[in-house]
């Protein structure tokens, strides 16, 4: 009977595991416990798939043999893929493809767009360089988008929404960029037209009285330098009070390093932001949270350059919470000017990003000495608005930053690439103010990291020999404790009346 209730038991206990390896095969879930929902699917992700017409083959090229921290974004992608292919019911197909297995394979994978990334491996006491693939191909019929490098700091499920966004969409929405006032180029914001490309048509626009604006879901006018005529500004009246949307990067100020001189920019656009109640002061931010320049001194026969703070270069980390900045840790400012509200309550003001709470403002005109002295009474303001939303001009929207370089990569050999973060803030706030689909909100929903909060020394010193000594007081602490029990019951034990 023992051994019959054995196999019956073993049996059942088969069965049960059978059962739900076919239901888990059937059925993909899993728990998500983190903060902004890393691991679930959005709600614009959903209705994309939702909507699919046609199948959507996805051919993910990643080495097989992958050190534990890049096997885990192989299997997250992996994961996700079969989130995608449920929640589509198979309209999103998948495989993974090893390019390292056969050279047939590895130059399919060159040919789609993928790049190959040198890894230093250990390989019996050497270091090896060992060339792998974490890239991922999507197609559509024939239309294709390509995913050269997986790194997993960025969002995957935004990513590759978009990608389907892209070739599932049937027609884009046109942002247009201004020109015609010496703004900033196409060419010289290649980071962030290449982002923009993903969901919109991108163009340049000269507005003039005969050209039509209801076409653009959204225009950009970044850093104007000319005077600007009054048809412009009266057609872009025209534009808001129609329903359209602006974003604005100006210079109110600029900085002549050369002659170290700091000048006030008028072009016309700040008179006509005054006049919506949208005051830019010709006065530059200072702020103790800063970036850095070098400072080439000489020494001996030596020219040595050393890095100094520059208050001119505002480090933005305070935001609002808000679709624009979500996700958004640090943005790097070049010579921004406060934002100040002088409107009445039909027009909606909501400042997105602020200085930190030691920073200040230096009127214009005025000299700029690196080498300055900085004292506290130069930062005796706080929390100064650097970006705005405002809503209720006319029947649009406006978005404004005082920086009108933020996101230039610029030119030539002086082209550089900027941070993430000043890409991401530019892309957001054209995402919306023209996107109707919701994928701003997967673009920077990423695990985001927690910096520790800058604290004095003073405080540095006594949390240091706060964790030095508590354990060794805890442990003194203990052994007295002990002691004076341990006496306690030895006088117990002497008196006469004592029962064990």
Same mark, same amino acid.
């Given at each position: 009977?023992?051994?019959?209730?054995?196999?019956?038991?073993?049996?059942?206990?088969?069965?049960?595991?059978?059962?739900? $390896?076919?239901?888990?095969?059937l059925?993909?879930?899993?728990?998500?416990?983190?903060?902004?929902?890393?691991?679930?699917?959005?709600k614009? *992700?959903?209705?994309?798939?939702?909507?699919? =017409?046609? *199948?959507?083959?996805?051919?993910?090229?990643?080495?097989?043999?992958?050190?534990?921290? /890049?096997?885990?974004v192989?299997?997250?992608?992996?994961?996700?893929?079969?989130?995608? !292919?449920?929640?589509?019911?198979?309209?999103?197909?998948?495989?993974?493809?090893?390019?390292?297995?056969?050279?047939?394979?590895?130059?399919?994978?060159?040919?789609?767009?993928?790049?190959?990334?040198?890894l !230093?491996?250990?390989?019996?006491?050497?270091?090896?360089?060992?060339? %792998?693939?974490?890239?991922?191909?999507?197609?559509?019929?024939?239309?294709?988008?390509?995913?050269?490098?997986?790194s997993? @700091?960025?969002?995957?499920?935004?990513?590759?929404?978009?990608?389907?966004?892209?070739?599932s969409?049937k027609?884009?929405?046109?942002?247009?960029?201004?020109k015609?006032?010496?703004? *900033?180029?196409? !060419?010289?914001?290649?980071?962030?037209?290449?982002?923009?490309?993903?969901?919109?048509?991108?163009?340049?626009?000269?507005?003039?009285?005969?050209?039509?604006?209801?076409?653009?879901?959204?225009?950009?006018?970044?850093?104007?330098?000319?005077?600007?005529?009054?048809?412009?500004?009266?057609?872009?009246?025209?534009?808001?009070?129609?329903?359209?949307?602006?974003?604005?990067?100006? !210079?109110?100020?600029?900085?002549?390093?050369?002659?170290?001189?700091?000048?006030?920019?008028?072009?016309?656009?700040?008179?006509?932001?005054?006049?919506?109640?949208?005051?830019?002061p010709?006065?530059?931010?200072?702020?103790?949270?800063?970036?850095?320049v070098?400072?080439?001194?000489?020494?001996?026969?030596?020219?040595?350059?050393?890095?100094?703070?520059?208050?001119?270069?505002?480090?933005?980390?305070h935001?609002?919470?808000?679709?624009?900045?979500?996700?958004?840790?640090?943005?790097?400012?070049? +010579?921004?000017?406060?934002?100040? +509200? *002088?409107?009445?309550?039909?027009?909606?003001?909501?400042p997105?990003? &602020? #200085?930190?709470?030691?920073?200040?403002?230096?009127?214009?005109?005025? &000299?700029i000495?690196?080498?300055?002295?900085?004292?506290?009474? =130069?930062?005796?303001?706080?929390?100064?608005?650097?970006?705005?939303?405002?809503?209720?001009?006319?029947?649009?929207?406006? %978005?404004?930053? #005082?920086?009108? =370089?933020?996101?230039?990569?610029?030119?030539?050999?002086?082209?550089?690439?900027?941070?993430?973060?000043?890409?991401?803030?530019?892309? $957001?706030?054209?995402?919306? /103010?023209?996107?109707?689909?919701?994928?701003?909100? /997967?673009?920077?929903?990423?695990?985001?990291?927690?910096?520790?909060?800058? %604290?004095?020394?003073?405080?540095i010193? +006594?949390?240091?020999?706060?964790? &030095?000594?508590?354990?060794?007081?805890?442990?003194?602490?203990?052994?007295?404790?002990?002691?004076?029990?341990?006496?306690?019951? @030895?006088?117990?034990?002497?008196?006469?009346?004592?029962?064990?």
């Amino acid at each position: 009977m023992k051994k019959k209730t054995y196999i019956g038991n073993l049996l059942l206990i088969t069965a049960i595991l059978v059962v739900i $390896n076919i239901i888990s095969s059937l059925w993909f879930f899993r728990l998500d416990l983190t903060e902004n929902k890393q691991y679930s699917l959005s709600k614009v *992700t959903k209705q994309i798939l939702d909507n699919l =017409d046609e *199948t959507v083959t996805v051919t993910a090229y990643f080495t097989k043999d992958l050190p534990p921290n /890049l096997q885990k974004v192989k299997q997250d992608f992996k994961n996700l893929l079969i989130e995608y !292919n449920k929640r589509s019911k198979g309209k999103v197909a998948y495989k993974f493809v090893n390019p390292n297995e056969k050279p047939e394979y590895e130059r399919e994978a060159v040919q789609s767009g993928i790049r190959p990334v040198l890894l !230093n491996a250990r390989e019996k006491d050497q270091i090896k360089q060992q060339k %792998i693939y974490m890239g991922a191909k999507v197609m559509l019929g024939t239309k294709s988008e390509v995913i050269p490098f997986i790194s997993g @700091r960025e969002s995957m499920e935004y990513i590759l929404t978009s990608a389907i966004k892209k070739l599932s969409v049937k027609q884009k929405p046109v942002v247009g960029f201004i020109k015609g006032n010496g703004e *900033t180029t196409l !060419n010289e914001m290649p980071q962030a037209v290449k982002q923009l490309e993903v969901l919109y048509k991108v163009e340049t626009v000269k507005i003039t009285d005969s050209v039509n604006l209801s076409k653009y879901k959204a225009l950009a006018w970044v850093a104007p330098k000319d005077s600007i005529n009054t048809e412009v500004l009266n057609k872009l009246d025209e534009y808001l009070n129609s329903g359209g949307n602006i974003f604005i990067a100006m !210079n109110r100020v600029d900085a002549d390093l050369q002659n170290m001189q700091g000048k006030a920019v008028n072009t016309g656009l700040e008179t006509w932001l005054k006049k919506k109640g949208i005051d830019v002061p010709a006065e530059f931010i200072v702020d103790k949270q800063c970036g850095t320049v070098g400072v080439t001194q000489r020494q001996g026969v030596f020219n040595i350059t050393t890095q100094v703070q520059f208050p001119y270069l505002p480090v933005i980390t305070h935001f609002a919470e808000h679709p624009v900045t979500k996700g958004i840790e640090e943005v790097i400012l070049d +010579f921004a000017s406060p934002i100040k +509200f *002088t409107g009445d309550t039909s027009v909606n003001y909501k400042p997105l990003a &602020f #200085t930190s709470e030691y920073s200040g403002t230096v009127k214009t005109p005025m &000299f700029i000495n690196i080498q300055k002295q900085w004292t506290p009474a =130069d930062f005796n303001k706080s929390n100064i608005p650097v970006a705005a939303l405002f809503s209720g001009i006319g029947s649009g929207r406006i %978005i404004l930053i #005082t920086d009108g =370089d933020f996101a230039r990569n610029g030119s030539g050999r002086n082209m550089r690439k900027i941070s993430e973060n000043n890409v991401n803030l530019f892309v $957001n706030s054209i995402d919306f /103010l023209a996107d109707d689909t919701g994928l701003i909100e /997967l673009r920077t929903k990423i695990i985001q990291s927690r910096p520790l909060k800058q %604290i004095s020394e003073g405080k540095i010193m +006594f949390l240091k020999w706060l964790n &030095f000594l508590l354990p060794v007081l805890l442990i003194v602490l203990y052994g007295i404790i002990r002691a004076q029990y341990r006496k306690n019951q @030895r006088i117990k034990r002497m008196e006469e009346d004592y029962v064990k």
